[in-house]
């Protein structure tokens, strides 16, 4: 009954910038956590970043200083704002949400990082 839609990614060369969005079908205050997810060929589903219901944000060591969690509660929106990105950001990404015991996922937007 939760949908979560993904969308921006696409083809940036390094360096360059990159803003995920992911709209969601109800209000995000009904989640405990949301965040995003990323997932390259070959390699397990990683965590990105996360962000509370209360605003409090999280960040693997891979995007710490280049990435930022935000979101919009009126239009129901996390944001992922992802700076300076190299070759090793390239893969599908994945917006995530948590309520209880319940787990929402996106379908993905595929992020290349390529020269």
């Known amino acids: 009954q939760v949908q979560l839609v993904e969308s921006g990614g696409g083809l940036v060369q390094p360096g360059g910038s990159l803003r995920l969005s992911c709209a969601a079908s109800a209000s995000i205050f009904r989640f405990n956590f949301m965040g995003w997810y990323r997932q390259a060929p070959g390699k397990e589903r990683e965590l990105v970043a996360v962000i509370t219901s209360g605003g409090i944000t999280n960040y693997a060591d891979s995007g710490k200083g280049r990435f930022t969690i935000s979101r919009d509660s009126a239009k129901n929106t996390v944001y992922l704002q992802m700076n300076a990105m190299n070759p090793d950001d390239t893969a599908v990404y994945y917006c995530?949400?948590?309520?209880?015991?319940?787990?929402?996922w996106g379908q993905g937007t595929q992020v290349t990082v390529s020269s």
């Open positions: 995530h949400a948590a309520q209880n015991s319940y787990r929402y």
